[in-house]
């Protein structure tokens, strides 16, 4: 078994909880996401996990990717993770609605 950690190792694991991000917030209201701690907490979790994973790609990789927004990655996760009792919803819903379709829609075309 290979068990190689590279570049092609951690996009995967990225688009992977950016795609079960989607899968369970496509056509999610924002009150149904705010009434839905259980998910709530599950999205939080996957936007830590992408930013961990993330930050784990090579600075080549990220280089040649730059029209990606590393830094609004790492600057989610760090909100997520110092202020996580105090997270602004909407934020998050924005971020689920509208940035991860089209984040997970670039990385993917890396694959």
């Known amino acids: 078994?290979?068990?190689?950690?590279?570049?092609?190792?951690?996009l995967n694991k990225v688009v992977k909880d950016l795609g079960f991000i989607i899968k369970h917030t496509s056509g999610i209201t924002k009150d149904k996401l705010e009434q839905d701690e259980v998910l709530q907490d599950s999205v939080m979790f996957r936007l830590i996990q992408v930013s961990e994973n993330a930050a784990r790609l090579t600075d080549d990789f990220k280089l040649r990717y730059r029209e990606v927004p590393w830094q609004a990655i790492k600057g989610m996760r760090n909100r997520l993770v110092h202020e996580y009792g105090n997270v602004d919803l909407t934020i998050i819903y924005d971020t689920v609605t509208k940035d991860i379709p089209k984040l997970y829609e670039a990385l993917s075309q890396l694959i």
Do not use: A, L
């Open 1 to 10: 078994m290979d068990n190689k950690k590279d570049n092609t190792y951690y």
